[in-house]
């Protein structure tokens, strides 16, 4: 071997040597000091991620931890929003005079019942007892009751998990000479995978005959329907 290629390799060893331990001394960086890797991180597997909407909390929603929960903002509500139309539906809140509020995603048969406008947006009463008449009405479409539009908004974005009662949902149909036709379901993972063609009944009638063949009970008296006796 020359002097000049011993050289070279003991260079090159010493390089290697070098590099080794400046890498070593570096100091690592804890992802976990920001906030913002703490919802999702870069390494995991999109596989391995729950739906946030199959979250259920067994806790009610006095005993949630909210401090480490971001607040969520949509400028498309208000305090007073009756209903909120978005790109594929619309929304509807209703505010009982109890606490809380009553959230729908309504389809058509809803709207009809509830007596909504179907063109345009509205308004809630700023009457207490209209407003609770209408809530009233709100239940018997299945609307959900929530502690505070901002809880259902964290919901919504996935950083809060659904309690048993938010996950759970009701189906209501009227029938005109009395009673009501029943759908429950404990999450909206239960239901079927053409549920959605509940949407396109016209009316209530074609409601209850898509409900009966998704296996409805029918209840002659309504106060036996737990979810609707609230007093």
Not at 2 to 23: E, F, P
Not at 34 to 50: G, K, L, N, S
Not at 86 to 101: A, N
Request: charged share 25%; aromatic share 10%.
């Amino acid at each position: 071997m020359t002097l000049s290629s011993m050289l070279v390799a003991i260079t090159l060893n010493l390089l290697s040597t070098l590099c080794q331990k400046t890498v070593g001394r570096l100091i690592p960086i804890n992802i976990d000091r920001f906030p913002i890797f703490h919802q999702r991180r870069v390494m995991d597997d999109p596989q391995d991620r729950e739906d946030p909407q199959d979250w259920v909390d067994t806790l009610d929603w006095d005993d949630t931890l909210d401090w480490d929960i971001p607040y969520v903002t949509d400028p498309s509500l208000s305090a007073t929003d009756r209903t909120v139309f978005h790109t594929l539906g619309c929304t509807v809140f209703g505010y009982p005079s109890t606490g809380g509020v009553l959230i729908k995603e309504a389809d058509l048969v809803d709207m009809l019942f509830l007596s909504l406008p179907r063109s345009h947006a509205s308004q809630c009463s700023p009457s207490a007892e209209e407003e609770d008449r209408f809530c009233n009405l709100m239940q018997q479409t299945g609307a959900t009751l929530w502690p505070n539009k901002q809880n259902w908004l964290q919901v919504e974005a996935g950083l809060r998990k659904r309690t048993k009662e938010q996950a759970k949902v009701m189906v209501y149909g009227w029938p005109i000479d009395g009673g009501v036709w029943v759908l429950r379901f404990e999450s909206p993972k239960e239901l079927p995978h053409d549920f959605g063609r509940i949407g396109f009944a016209m009316n209530m009638g074609e409601k209850i005959q898509i409900m009966r063949e998704y296996g409805a009970t029918f209840v002659e008296d309504v106060t036996q329907v737990e979810e609707l006796n609230t007093n």
